[in-house]
């Protein structure tokens, strides 16, 4: 059965503080990985889709990378507007959308 | 928490014709989503659905193509319409608790023949 485990469940960082958020997944045949960030009352905002191992990719102070069993979103320098809760969700061959539980981020000034 | 059981999983449709997809959650929540993720693109919100009031559409989305239904604050159906090649896709229902919390189902796969 395809699973999605996200860490940690809250995170709290001060501002400039960088850190990584992490998406553990298992999966029958992966057809791809996503990373939402998702602001209260809104839904989810795309950011990155990740298809196999080593691919990374950038926006602004966010970086995603991807191995066979996980993967990062590293933030770098956060600031207060990147609070949020950060979702990984993947997308298998055997089966369609899990999301993960998600992230909730606090950046304090 | 909640939990969100969506039907079908998957179906294989004629063009010209119409599918509905049903979701139902396990606790009363006020906000439903609805969201298609076609091959290769991002999950693109088609609807927000609250009870008691009519679907508030997203640009590119219109009631006549993508009806949706909000009878009670557990359950909620999107019909695709006169469907084409091009309206196959992932469709996923969401719902949001305490305005901080969002769950999903495990999404529709629909494919237009």
């Known amino acids: 059965e395809d699973q999605v485990t996200q860490s940690p469940e809250a995170l709290r960082l001060q501002e400039g503080e960088s850190s990584s958020l992490n998406c553990s997944y298992t999966v029958s045949g992966l057809r791809g990985l996503f990373w939402y960030r998702q602001d209260p009352g809104k839904g989810p905002e795309f950011l990155f889709t990740?298809?196999?191992a080593g691919e990374e990719k950038e926006k602004e102070r966010l970086k995603a990378t991807l191995t066979k069993k996980e993967s990062f979103l590293h933030i770098t320098a956060p600031k207060p507007e990147d609070s949020a809760t950060y979702l990984c969700a993947v997308e298998g061959y055997g089966q369609n959308f899990v999301f993960g539980p998600g992230t909730r981020l606090s950046v304090l000034p | 928490s909640a939990v969100i059981s969506q039907k079908p999983s998957r179906d294989i449709c004629q063009r010209g014709t119409s599918l509905t997809i049903q979701c139902q959650v396990d606790?009363?929540?006020?906000?439903m989503f609805w969201y298609r993720q076609q091959p290769g693109q991002s999950l693109t919100l088609i609807a927000t659905?609250?009870?008691?009031?009519?679907?508030?559409?997203e640009s590119g989305f219109v009631i006549d193509k993508f009806p949706i239904s909000r009878p009670n604050l557990t359950f909620s159906t999107l019909t695709v319409s006169n469907m084409s090649p091009e309206d196959s896709s992932i469709y996923l229902c969401?719902?949001?608790?305490?305005?901080?919390?969002?769950?999903f189902g495990q999404g529709t796969r629909l494919t237009v023949v």
């Open positions: 606790s009363q929540v006020t906000m």
């Open positions: 659905a609250n009870q008691g009031s009519e679907a508030t559409y």
């Open positions: 990740l298809y196999s």
């Open positions: 969401s719902v949001e608790i305490d305005s901080t919390e969002a769950f």
